[in-house]
T-cell receptor, first 114, second 113 residues
Framework: NAGVTQTPKFQVLKTGQSMTLQCAQD?????MYWYRQDPGMGLRLIYY???????DKGEVPNGYNVSRLNKREFSLRLESAAPSQTSVYFC?????????????FGPGTRLLVL | QQQVKQSPQSLIVQKGGISIINCAYE??????FPWYQQFPGKGPALLIA?????SEKKEGRFTISFNKSAKQFSLHIMDSQPGDSATYFC????????????FGTGTRLQVFP
């Protein structure tokens, strides 16, 4: 039982390049989330998927797209990376029943855009 | 738009002391208030959470105090240990539907022996 896994762990991109961050969970959770963490800003929600087949924008969606590939996997794509997207990206998942649930986070992907 | 304000930004405490981190929120519709703990290089993990129908929740050395009228809540770590050195985030959400957590900006706690 690995929980939430993320790949890659670390990536360096040049401005304008694209990449996809991968996330998978093995807890049979319905809801999945992508956050970015920046110094002094806490964690901010980029996109979320309440259930398989649905995705919605969070607080800071500009410059990102997501795909809920199946119940286990939720990917985040940067089509044209910008230095402002240098951050640590976390994926999280919950059972999806609302009522204030524990969000389980992955180990993060550290992205540097030059 | 920062809906959850957290202070202090950093905190240094002697081993055995009490660590106190404060958060204030704006949206009165929030009804779920968790605290997450994050060690360097790791993802955040739930530490303790509270709902506004109680004023205090205690789990071991960790206590959340909640003041609904003041729209404030705080984390108290009693008998702080070096192993508690981490970054702590408060958060808030509206718990019906999808849990979209709004996080505070984090407090870096260092506990020295």
């Amino acid at each position: 039982n690995a929980g939430v896994t993320q790949t890659p762990k670390f990536q360096v991109l040049k401005t304008g390049q694209s990449m996809t961050l991968q996330c998978a969970q093995d807890m049979n959770h319905n809801s999945m989330y992508w956050y970015r963490q920046d110094p002094g800003m806490g964690l901010r929600l980029i996109y979320y998927s309440a259930s398989e087949g649905t995705t919605d924008k969070g607080e800071v969606p500009n410059g990102y797209n997501v795909s809920r590939l199946n119940k286990r996997e939720f990917s985040l794509r940067l089509e044209s990376a910008a230095p402002s997207q240098t951050s640590v990206y976390f994926c999280a998942s919950t059972q999806g029943q609302g009522l204030g649930e524990t969000q389980y986070f992955g180990p993060g992907t550290r992205l540097l855009v030059l | 738009q920062q809906q959850v304000k957290q202070s202090p930004q950093s905190l240094i405490v002697q081993k055995g002391g009490i660590s106190i981190i404060n958060c204030a929120y704006e949206n009165t519709a929030f009804d779920y208030f968790p605290w997450y703990q994050q060690f360097p290089g790791k993802g955040p993990a739930l530490l303790i959470a509270i709902r506004p129908d109680v004023s205090e929740k205690k789990e071991g050395r960790f206590t959340i105090s909640f003041n609904k009228s003041a729209k404030q809540f705080s984390l108290h770590i009693m008998d702080s240990q070096p192993g508690d050195s981490a970054t702590y985030f408060c958060a808030a959400s509206i718990s019906w539907g999808v849990d979209k957590l709004i996080f505070g900006t984090g407090t870096r706690l260092q506990v020295f022996p």
